[in-house]
């Protein structure tokens, strides 16, 4: 089989006094500050990925079920690039499409067919390609009347509808989604839901998150289950998922 995704070996360390709230200022502040004790000796380190290790195939769904803090959405991040992990390797043979976090490459003051353009090229498109699929982009998103208009007068709905258009219309091989988002108003919810479930299920290789052990078992060819950053099984959609419900249980 066509190997699409490998993780090799990957952890990855937090430090849980700067990352979460890294500002420049803080950033002096700190370099002031006499250090604590257990902060010179790095306690402050916490590992949220530990030795992760798991492979996918080209058209494989993959779900990845654990509960809060287990380190999902991180080893979504990880794998899609917008983090490095701290060790480890991750090799990726495809176009990544990470319905992550929707709008994060705007640019504010650009106009929304200018971040349509930009958008693309961060996702790895060349101009010709996002040329050929600008129309498409733009009458899924429904904002044909403002494509002139900076992003920055646009509803948080508005940046998300342009969000999921660019990134679903231009068909990645690989699909990373942290549960299946509903963004919009009612009508575009259901167009996105059914756009996702569409390229779900229609040979994209994918990397699913959720919560509902439901959605998982309908959608996913295999499953890893994680737990304070390891896996403590992955294969076999029905045995994890009931593996991982009886743990749940029984808590
Ligand atoms: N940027 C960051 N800086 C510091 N700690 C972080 C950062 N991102 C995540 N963490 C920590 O890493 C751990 C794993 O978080 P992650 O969001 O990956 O969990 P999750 O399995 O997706 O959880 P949930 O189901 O609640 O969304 C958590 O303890 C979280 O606080």
Same mark, same amino acid.
């Given at each position: 089989?066509?190997? $699409?995704?490998?993780?090799?070996?990957?952890?990855?360390?937090?430090? #849980?006094?700067?990352?979460?709230?890294? =500002? #420049?200022?803080?950033?002096?502040?700190? $370099?002031?500050?006499?250090?604590?004790?257990?902060?010179?000796?790095?306690?402050?380190?916490?590992?949220?990925?530990?030795?992760?290790?798991?492979?996918?195939? %080209?058209?494989?769904?993959?779900?990845?079920?654990?509960?809060? *803090?287990?380190?999902? =959405?991180?080893?979504?991040?990880?794998? &899609?690039?917008?983090?490095?992990?701290?060790?480890?390797?991750?090799?990726?043979?495809?176009?990544?499409?990470?319905?992550?976090?929707?709008?994060?490459?705007?640019?504010?003051?650009?106009?929304?067919?200018?971040?349509?353009?930009?958008?693309?090229?961060?996702?790895?498109?060349?101009?010709?390609?996002?040329?050929?699929?600008?129309?498409?982009? @733009?009458?899924?998103?429904?904002?044909?009347? +403002?494509?002139?208009?900076?992003?920055?007068?646009?509803?948080?709905?508005?940046?998300? %509808?342009?969000? +999921?258009?660019?990134?679903?219309?231009?068909?990645?091989?690989?699909?990373?989604?942290?549960?299946?988002?509903?963004?919009?108003?009612?009508?575009?919810?259901?167009?996105?839901?059914?756009?996702? %479930?569409?390229?779900?299920?229609?040979?994209?290789?994918?990397?699913?998150? &959720?919560?509902?052990?439901?959605?998982?078992? =309908?959608?996913?060819?295999?499953?890893?289950?994680?737990?304070? *950053?390891? @896996?403590?099984?992955?294969?076999?959609?029905?045995?994890?998922?009931?593996?991982?419900?009886?743990?749940?249980?029984?808590?």
């Amino acid at each position: 089989m066509d190997s $699409m995704i490998k993780v090799e070996d990957v952890s990855m360390k937090f430090n #849980l006094g700067i990352e979460k709230n890294f =500002s #420049l200022k803080l950033f002096f502040i700190n $370099m002031f500050k006499p250090k604590k004790k257990d902060e010179k000796k790095g306690n402050k380190d916490f590992w949220a990925l530990k030795h992760v290790n798991f492979e996918v195939e %080209r058209g494989e769904v993959v779900g990845f079920v654990g509960g809060n *803090g287990a380190g999902k =959405s991180t080893l979504l991040k990880v794998v &899609s690039g917008v983090m490095k992990p701290t060790e480890g390797k991750i090799t990726v043979a495809g176009n990544i499409c990470p319905m992550i976090e929707l709008g994060a490459g705007f640019d504010m003051d650009l106009t929304a067919r200018e971040n349509i353009y930009l958008n693309g090229s961060i996702l790895g498109y060349s101009r010709e390609f996002i040329d050929q699929k600008f129309d498409e982009i @733009v009458s899924f998103s429904e904002l044909q009347d +403002f494509l002139e208009v900076p992003v920055r007068n646009f509803s948080s709905g508005m940046v998300a %509808r342009l969000a +999921f258009s660019i990134a679903t219309q231009v068909d990645p091989e690989i699909l990373i989604v942290d549960e299946i988002l509903s963004v919009g108003d009612l009508n575009f919810q259901q167009k996105s839901e059914a756009k996702m %479930r569409s390229m779900i299920t229609g040979g994209t290789t994918v990397l699913y998150v &959720s919560h509902s052990i439901d959605s998982i078992r =309908s959608l996913c060819d295999k499953v890893v289950w994680l737990d304070h *950053g390891k @896996v403590v099984m992955s294969g076999n959609t029905e045995k994890v998922c009931q593996a991982y419900y009886d743990s749940q249980v029984s808590k």
